[in-house]
């Protein structure tokens, strides 16, 4: 995975953190797709991020997804990355919908490297949109998909919703406890 990490930022030009070396890898039974790496994934930013797509990051939307995953028991098995997996810059900066298409493009291919995948997890409205534009609207048969909240703050902060983000992923983990 490390090698299709490198060549999708050759191939494209981009920034592409790699995956948390923590997590599944190809084992993955759950993926968690997220907007867009945020600046703690880049090691190249003035305060120095670590290199990963991981919740073991130093913020607080890895913090929340960290959080709610340790709460549920669901550890094993899981992978997280993004429907655009390359850097943008600031949190602030949102993915057009070139980028949303072209990020979804290679999530099939990432899709494809991970034999045992059971869940899509899409975390938030970005990821929610870009599936449900480029991915979803095909013939593409592939694992279930699944909606929640997106981890960060200004997220979770809205009345109700970090129950129901906790809620949705307590449900993940009994589902894939009972699968």
Same mark, same amino acid.
């Given at each position: 995975?490390?090698?299709?990490?490198?060549?999708?930022?050759?191939? $494209?030009?981009?920034? %592409? !953190?790699?995956?948390?070396?923590?997590?599944? #890898?190809?084992?993955?039974? %759950?993926?968690? %797709?997220?907007?867009?790496?945020?600046?703690?994934?880049?090691?190249?930013?003035?305060?120095? #991020?670590?290199?990963? @797509?991981? &919740? /073991?990051?130093?913020?607080?939307?890895?913090?929340?997804?960290?959080?709610?995953?340790?709460?549920?028991?669901?550890?094993? #098995?899981?992978?997280?990355?993004? @429907?655009?997996?390359?850097?943008?810059?600031?949190?602030?900066?949102?993915?057009?919908?070139?980028?949303? $298409?072209?990020?979804?493009?290679?999530? &099939? /291919?990432?899709?494809?490297?991970?034999? $045992?995948?059971?869940? &899509?997890?899409?975390?938030?409205?970005?990821?929610?949109?870009?599936?449900?534009?480029? @991915?979803?609207?095909?013939?593409? %048969?592939?694992?279930? &998909?699944?909606?929640?909240?997106?981890?960060?703050?200004?997220?979770?902060?809205? !009345? #109700? $919703?970090?129950?129901?983000?906790?809620?949705?992923?307590?449900?993940?983990?009994?589902?894939?406890?009972? @699968?």
């Amino acid at each position: 995975m490390r090698d299709w990490a490198e060549d999708l930022a050759n191939r $494209r030009g981009v920034h %592409v !953190p790699q995956f948390d070396p923590a997590e599944a #890898g190809e084992e993955a039974r %759950v993926l968690f %797709v997220f907007e867009a790496p945020g600046p703690m994934t880049n090691a190249g930013n003035k305060r120095p #991020g670590s290199g990963f @797509i991981s &919740v /073991d990051n130093n913020d607080a939307t890895a913090a929340n997804m960290w959080n709610a995953r340790n709460e549920s028991g669901l550890h094993e #098995g899981a992978l997280a990355w993004n @429907i655009v997996p390359w850097y943008l810059g600031v949190a602030s900066r949102k993915p057009t919908n070139d980028e949303l $298409r072209d990020g979804a493009s290679e999530l &099939v /291919d990432l899709i494809a490297l991970l034999p $045992r995948l059971e869940l &899509v997890v899409l975390g938030g409205l970005y990821a929610q949109k870009g599936w449900q534009r480029h @991915i979803g609207a095909t013939t593409f %048969v592939g694992p279930d &998909v699944v909606d929640m909240w997106h981890p960060s703050p200004l997220s979770l902060n809205q !009345p #109700g $919703r970090r129950e129901e983000f906790n809620e949705t992923v307590r449900l993940l983990a009994s589902r894939l406890d009972s @699968i």
